[in-house]
Nanobody, 121 residues
Framework: QVQLVESGGGLVQPGGSLRLSCAASGSIFRIDTMGWYRQAPGKERELVASITSDGSTHYADSVKGRFTISGENAKNTVYLQMNSLKPEDTAVYYC???????????????WGQGTQVTVSS
């Protein structure tokens, strides 16, 4: 059983910062990629940022220069540092991991339960 647990969401004023954390636990053989997605009301879920096990990162154009993704492989944990937050960053943020639970099982995607980020004055 694999679990992804997110933390760090909340209410922040425009221009402020938040740091999200996501820890993967349970039966994990190997993780390839972890990432953050977000979904605003009435919109589709979109990729915010991702990081591979060798440290390669990818960002959505809308967050480049403001958000930074990082990871701790030994802890199966990924972070998202969000600076210069804007009202349009308001959404539920979800963590996703692409991993193998066992060396005999295929790669699969696992999702966290989501954490709300609200940017408002």
């Amino acid at each position: 059983q694999v679990q992804l647990v997110e933390s760090g969401g909340g209410l922040v004023q425009p221009g402020g910062s938040l740091r999200l954390s996501c820890a993967a636990s349970g039966s994990i053989f190997r993780i390839d990629t972890m990432g953050w997605y977000r979904q605003a009301p009435g919109k589709e879920r979109e990729l915010v940022a991702s990081i591979t096990s060798d440290g390669s990162t990818h960002y959505a154009d809308s967050v480049k220069g403001r958000f930074t993704i990082s990871g701790e492989n030994a802890k199966n944990t990924v972070y998202l540092q969000m600076n210069s937050l804007k009202p349009e960053d308001t959404a539920v943020y979800y963590c996703k991991a692409n991993l193998r639970a066992h060396w005999t099982t295929p790669w699969a995607n696992y999702w966290g339960q989501g954490t709300q980020v609200t940017v408002s004055s």
